[in-house]
T-cell receptor
Framework: LAKTTQPISMDSYEGQEVNITCSHNNIATNDYITWYQQFPSQGPRFIIQGYKTKVTNEVASLFIPADRKSSTLSLPRVSLSDTAVYYCLVSLTGTASKLTFGTGTRLQVTL | ETGVTQTPRHLVMGMTNKKSLKCEQHLGHNAMYWYKQSAKKPLELMFVYSLEERVENNSVPSRFSPECPNSSHLFLHLHTLQPEDSALYLC?????????????FGNGTRLTVT
């Protein structure tokens, strides 16, 4: 299984850009990288998914270098409501059922 | 509204009780999952169903019994649980269990075993 490593926690002020980096050194050729957000007492929510280079949607951007051994989730201009746990996942080739959640990064946004 | 609905939201049961958790997805997906999230621990995958057939069972104790009568409904039957089984139980679905399709989660059932 492609194990991921993320910082345990991060702090930010409202309005700042937040970058959360995830390491996945043994990512396989066909694996995708997916990020989820989880608020307390709720299920994780899909944010963004990518394979290489850069992906952007209305919520975030995902940067993946050429070697794909890491990825960075970028949240522009965070607000208090972005306080949550963010999970980076790498799926085992062709088997979504093997998605392994790590401990995630707890982001705290303050005024 | 997440497209995946779980009931009940909260459940308190004794160790000798039998109860069931229910999950329903309205997304037309073919795969459904049960995850367990204990305090300060990562989400643990328990069961995976693809087109109503169980394709994954991650060494879960037999006191947890899943049932998938059709591709839209998933149950988790509980009996003779232990206090350490207290956790948030999350149901998820995806378009396929054999792709990189994202998981869509419900908001979970908070289970307390007394």
């Amino acid at each position: 299984l492609a194990k991921t490593t993320q910082p345990i926690s991060m702090d930010s002020y409202e309005g700042q850009e937040v970058n959360i980096t995830c390491s996945h050194n043994n990512i396989a050729t066909n694996d995708y990288i997916t990020w989820y957000q989880q608020f307390p007492s709720q299920g994780p929510r899909f944010i963004i998914q990518g394979y290489k280079t850069k992906v952007t949607n209305e919520v975030a951007s995902l940067f993946i270098p050429a070697d794909r051994k890491s990825s960075t989730l970028s949240l522009p201009r965070v607000s208090l409501s972005d306080t949550a746990v963010y999970y980076c996942l790498v799926s085992l080739t062709g088997t979504a059922s093997k998605l392994t959640f790590g401990t995630g990064t707890r982001l705290q946004v303050t005024l | 509204e997440t497209g995946v609905t779980q009931t009940p939201r909260h459940l308190v049961m004794g160790m000798t009780n039998k109860k069931s958790l229910k999950c329903e997805q309205h997304l037309g997906h073919n795969a459904m999952y049960w995850y367990k999230q204990s305090a300060k621990k990562p989400l643990e995958l328990m069961f995976v169903y693809s087109l109503e057939e169980r394709v994954e069972n991650n060494s879960v104790p037999s006191r947890f019994s899943p049932e998938c009568p059709n591709s839209s409904h998933l149950f988790l039957h509980l009996h003779t649980l232990q206090p350490e089984d207290s956790a948030l139980y999350l149901c998820a679905s995806s378009s396929s269990a054999r792709s990189n399709s994202p998981l869509h989660f419900g908001n979970g059932t908070r289970l307390t075993v007394t």
